[in-house]
């Protein structure tokens, strides 16, 4: 449940008067006695008014879940649910005095202060429930009929006339004491708002309401005035029409788009539907009261969900009031006719923006080897919040940012008992704050972190909400991994000699001296990966790695090695956890270098594994693609079939496996190690006739080690590279 403790700005148990003017932006001083009176009553979070009565109040969860509505009683504070109400019924505020409307088979009127049923209608064949006013329960037709009829204890049942035949979604709502309020869609598909004569079930008065919402019933009707929402798609425009009944005169008051609407006495009451999901401060987003006779306006509330008018002219309304708290007022006219509000249930949180449960935060170390995602998700009491979290790499500054600009989820009219959920996670990456283009960004560096998040009411309510912390990345070393992110490296060298990676771009010129370069994996004793690369007279030279895209001076490994056709690595083949190099020579012999963890003597003395290597024109050490624990050895025939050596682990292999053919359209074949991070070992190929690199998807598995299904990924754009393993 939510903590009911967090950020509460309650009263010390009084009612407040909030007869704020226009523009004042200060609460009046409590009216006297104010100290004397009860303190309110306890309702959940975010609960909303959905219509009042004489002893209680109907309140709801979720305004499309009949069985998470409660009857509240105004003295004691005791819940009845409304557990046997279905769709929307309730919902619609089907409550005459204390009687409340429930639909299923039989439409049931039920005293909520006796528990007793009061009237109960029989629904015909395709009926449902209309609404109920003065007693009587309105039922309607389903689909395009125009047909009404009510039924109250008195006559029965009687049709209501006046509605044109062919009229959709028609409903009643309580209005007067002889007139209920009524809303229809015409045949010609415009709205309506209207009256219906609880004496003659006749329809007493029509307006044509072109501009209402098609959905909702936002309208209130007084004894003289009758008053609904409207919004031009046009011009902009949202107001509220007030119209003086039984004559032509018509006021229209700006208003929030969907705004409630209500009557104070001679005073129309209207507000945003809900302010705290608003982006942007407005004075609509408060409770605006508005004298019609003198035009003169008062601000109660600072934000509003719901308005309900209740018995005696008063008015019940979920909302809050920064300093006081969220959950239900009464807005009443005092005696020389000031409207006020006082509190009478608390729901447990401030009026203002702030963090209702215990925030999911990152750890103080991140293993992305172990997981792929970090939790960082906060949750508030409103949803109009502009929210953003930062991840700062220290070292190099590079950073991860995630952007909400309101909440938007799924099921977005519900209840959250934890409260409203903002944030998402890490992945891993970094984005450099360009958080709307996932597409780029890269893997994230392992080192230390600071991280921020800020949460600003997008409507102005109360102060931003701001955390920081720290956290360490860290993850296993990995072969092809040159700036210590975790994430395969492909190198590429242009046409100028420039070499880079895909990832973190250049590293440097004048490798157009070496005919072969080989990503190796760390054999040289670092934390890092490091590379080989043979000049053109045969000489094989180290370049141990920096973890930051670039290398120490190079080291001579030896000369002689103009012998070999073919050299990789890449995998651990002997077991100790180091990389080895394989080459195979001129006459087809394979020889193992075992690798030693030393700069100065990168390998052991060779070793010969086998012969008959000449029948291959490429291999790739792929590290562990078919399940086993050491390396494997990928060689492609001259005929395009591609064959897997699976290791022992003891520095020599098992028979091949043939993985499948076609691979003769590919320059390079790159062990790239987990290029899609999920935990298998992948195979990269360099088709230059589609200028495309395609990636092969390990799958773990002995005889299978690779998804045939090859699909494109996008690399080194511009120019023209060649890639090595």
């Known amino acids: 449940m939510p903590s009911r403790s967090t950020g509460r700005r309650l009263g010390a148990s ?14 009046a001083t409590p009216s006297a006695g104010a100290a004397d009176a009860p303190a309110p009553i306890r309702i959940d979070p975010q609960a909303e008014v959905v219509a009042a009565g004489s002893t209680g109040f109907l309140v709801s969860m979720n305004r499309y879940r009949g069985d998470e509505q409660f009857w509240v009683r105004y003295d004691t504070g005791e819940r009845t649910p409304i557990e046997d109400a279905t769709y929307e019924y309730v919902g619609e505020n089907h409550v005459a005095g204390d009687d409340t409307l429930l639909c299923r088979s039989v439409a049931t009127v039920r005293n909520m202060t006796t528990g007793a049923t009061v009237l109960t209608a029989p629904m015909e064949r395709g009926e449902g429930c209309a609404g109920l006013a003065g007693g009587a329960v309105f039922l309607t037709s389903w689909g395009p009929t125009g047909k009404l009829r009510v039924y109250d204890a008195v006559h029965g049942s009687r049709p209501v006339t006046g509605i044109p035949a062919g009229s959709t979604y028609i409903r009643v709502r309580q209005g007067t004491a002889t007139h209920a309020l009524l809303r229809y869609r015409g045949p010609d598909g415009v709205e309506h708002r209207g009256t219906v004569d609880l004496t003659t079930a006749a329809v007493a008065e029509d307006y044509a309401a072109p501009l209402t919402a098609e959905w909702g019933f936002e309208a209130a009707l007084s004894d003289t005035r009758i008053a609904w929402n409207e919004y031009d798609p046009v011009t902009k425009r949202s107001t509220v029409v007030v119209h003086t009944r039984g004559t032509t005169e018509r006021q229209v008051v700006e208003a929030a788009k969907g705004a409630h609407v209500a009557f104070l006495g001679d005073r129309l009451v209207h507000a945003a539907p809900d302010g705290t999901q608003a982006l942007s401060p407005s004075p ?11 035009g003169a306006t008062t601000r109660l509330l600072d934000h509003v969900r719901a308005v309900a008018a209740a018995p005696e002219g008063d008015l019940l309304v979920s909302g809050g009031l920064i300093g006081t708290g969220d959950g239900v007022f009464r807005v009443s006219a005092g005696a020389d006719g000031t409207p006020t509000a006082s509190f009478l249930a608390d729901g ?7 963090e209702v449960s215990a925030p999911h935060l990152p750890p103080a170390a ?17 949803k109009g919040v502009k929210y953003r979290y930062t991840l700062t790499h220290v070292r190099t500054g590079k950073t991860y940012a995630h952007v909400e600009n309101g909440y938007a989820g799924a099921g977005d009219d519900g209840y959250y008992p934890d409260g409203i959920p903002l944030g998402w996670g890490w992945d891993g990456t970094l984005n450099d704050g360009n958080a709307s283009d996932p597409k780029g960004s890269m893997a994230a560096f392992n080192g230390a972190y600071t991280w921020e998040s800020v949460a600003e009411s997008g409507g102005g309510f109360g102060a931003p909400i701001k955390r920081s ?5 860290t993850r296993a070393q990995k072969p092809h991994d040159f700036d210590d992110n975790g994430s395969p490296d492909v190198l590429a060298r242009d046409a100028s000699g420039v070499l880079r990676t895909h990832d973190s771009g250049d590293i440097g010129g004048g490798w157009q001296i070496y005919d072969r370069i080989e990503a190796t994996g760390n054999i040289a004793g670092s934390a890092h990966a490091d590379l080989i690369a043979r000049d053109k007279a045969g000489v094989l030279w180290l370049y141990q790695g920096d973890g930051r895209n670039g290398f120490a001076g190079r080291v001579k490994v030896g000369g002689g090695w103009q012998a070999y056709e073919q050299i990789s690595g890449g995998s651990d083949y002997t077991g100790d956890g180091r990389p080895d190099l394989v080459a195979a020579d001129k ?15 990168p390998f052991e003395t060779r070793k010969k594994i086998g012969s008959g290597w000449g029948v291959y024109n490429q291999l790739t050490g ?11 050895l990928l060689a492609r025939d001259k005929d395009g079939v591609l064959w897997m050596y699976l290791g022992k682990g003891d520095g020599t292999f098992t028979a091949r496996t043939r993985i499948g053919g076609g691979f003769g359209r590919y320059s390079e074949l790159v ?10 070992n992948d195979l990269l190929a360099v088709e230059p006739a589609a200028k495309t690199t395609y990636v092969f998807r390990g799958t773990g598995q002995r005889y299978t080690p690779l998804d045939l299904h090859r699909s494109a990924t996008p690399l080194f754009k511009g120019g023209s590279y060649n890639l090595f393993s």
């Open 366 to 382: 991140v293993d992305f080897d172990a997981k792929r995602f970090v939790p960082f998700e906060q949750f508030f009491n409103h």
């Open 14 to 27: 009084v009612a407040v008067v909030l007869a704020t003017t226009l523009g004042a932006g200060a609460l």
């Open 622 to 632: 792929t590290g562990n693609i078919a399940g086993a624990a050491s390396g494997d």
């Open 348 to 354: 447990g949180y401030p009026a203002e923006l702030a």
């Open 284 to 294: 609509l987003n408060r409770l605006t009261v508005v004298d019609l006779k003198t």
């Open 671 to 680: 062990g790239s190690g987990d290029y899609d991070r999920d935990g298998k």
């Open 587 to 601: 006459t087809g012999v394979l020889w193992m270098y075992r690798s030693t963890g030393s700069a100065t003597k």
């Open 469 to 473: 912390g720290t956290l360490t990345v």
